[in-house]
């Protein structure tokens, strides 16, 4: 029996998982319920676990034989602060919280998979299952590594996947080098002199200059980035003033800036620095800039790539397979662990749309919206991914 038909045999527990998590979604930090259960259920199947990383986030290791290679397989736990649309009998019972990214699924199939591990699976070395608290916010990845997370548990490799909604239900995207953007979060506050609306010329305006940078922030990405790198700048809000005949003290902007380079990142600090300061003097007002670097960019290293392709090849076939998918200017705090740690991080299908019903749907609804549902279908490929990755990379 192939590890993939194993796995759709004994997947039916982990469906029923994955849609007790669902219904029960906690917040960055705050996965106390998910965290317990997941941790009684490793330690019965003979994992040595490890709580409390990150406040919620768990570290179960198995080792076996007398192999020297340490792997690394990671989950996300968290939900969203989003209200569901769905009508689903496993739909939120928290208003306002929801797993519309599917942090619910990534968990349960890595679930299933170390129980086909620990049952079924020969090895030699360690394997470490991470199960990491607020990768949404804060960035629990980068908490447990600053807690002792690879001092504790070293690892030679380290894996994690994604769920895709628009890709083909089951079908693996594997990128080699950048694969997503980093995200950085800037807030600029201009401070001018209030006044009437009718005599402008005794204020000093914050809105004019606030307009002023929005566009001119878009000349960085057009004039000053090379026309074949990535970049974003996104201005996601503009906050000022509540009457029209006011010319209000002040106006914040706040930002989202993303590229796939570290060379183009430390570019659009600088310039969006210099422009807006430059611009804010030239209109009579002062700028307060709160740069706040926040996910790196994540960097997928050539060998484990590569591996990670020849184990979904020889799982599911190459008309399954995309060797070499475009790079996403979402953000993952997987890329800190990548910092520290080689390995490679890729995408599961979620759904095209292919089927009939609402889950149909659900499943090619994209992540963070609150019609998204996981498609409970790909979570024994995952889990067997998980499973044949672990045979592979702690073979004796």
């Known amino acids: 029996m192939s590890v993939l038909h194993a796995l759709q045999q004994r997947a039916a527990p982990f469906v029923a998982l994955r849609r007790d998590l669902h219904r029960h979604p906690e917040l960055g930090l705050k996965e106390f319920r998910t965290s317990e259960l997941l941790a009684e259920q490793l330690q019965s199947w003979g994992y040595s676990v490890t709580r409390g990383l990150a406040t919620t986030g768990l570290v179960a290791q198995l080792q076996r034989g007398s192999g020297h290679k340490r792997l ?25 919280v929801m797993h519309a990214c599917g942090h619910d699924g990534h968990s349960a199939m890595l679930m299933a998979a170390a129980q086909y591990i620990a049952q079924e699976v020969e090895f030699s070395g360690t394997l470490n299952l991470i199960f990491q608290p ?37 079908q693996l995207v594997f990128i080699d080098g950048p694969a997503m953007a980093s995200s950085d979060d800037v807030t600029i506050t201009l401070t001018g002199v209030g006044g ?53 003290a002040s106006a914040r902007l706040e930002l989202s800036v993303r590229s796939l380079d570290r060379e183009v990142r430390n570019l659009l600090q600088e310039r969006i620095t210099s422009l807006v300061t430059a611009q804010a003097q030239s209109l009579g007002v002062q700028a307060h800039i709160d740069y706040k670097r926040d996910y790196p960019v994540l960097v997928n290293t050539p060998a484990e790539t590569e591996l990670a392709r020849q184990v979904g090849t ?7 397979v995309t060797r070499q998918g475009r790079p996403l200017t979402g953000s993952e705090d997987f890329a800190f ?14 759904g095209a749309g292919e089927g009939t019903g609402d889950s149909a749907v659900a499943h ?10 996981f498609n409970d279908d790909i979570l024994p490929v995952g889990a067997a991914f998980w499973a044949l990755l672990t045979q592979r990379y702690l073979k004796d």
């Open 364 to 373: 090619a609804c994209m992540v963070h919206n609150p019609g998204y549902d």
């Open 196 to 248: 009437h609306g009718a005599m402008p010329h005794r204020a000093q305006d914050p809105i004019v200059a606030a307009a002023a940078i929005v566009m001119t922030l878009q000349t960085i990405v057009s004039r000053n980035v090379d026309p074949q790198h990535t970049a974003v700048i996104t201005v996601g809000s503009l906050v000022a003033g509540k009457a029209n005949n006011v010319i209000p």
């Open 72 to 96: 690394g397989l990671r989950a996300d736990m968290d939900a969203l602060p989003i209200h569901e649309a769905n009508d689903l009998a496993h739909c939120s019972v928290h208003a306002g």
């Open 134 to 170: 607020a990768e949404e916010h804060p960035g629990g990845a980068k908490i447990m590594i600053e807690e002792g997370l690879f001092e504790r548990f070293p690892c030679d490799a380290i894996f994690a996947a994604h769920n895709m909604p628009g890709v083909p239900a089951g």
């Open 314 to 320: 020889e799982l599911l076939g190459a008309e399954r």
């Open 337 to 350: 662990m990548l910092e520290h740690c080689p390995g490679s991080y890729f995408m599961i299908g979620n």
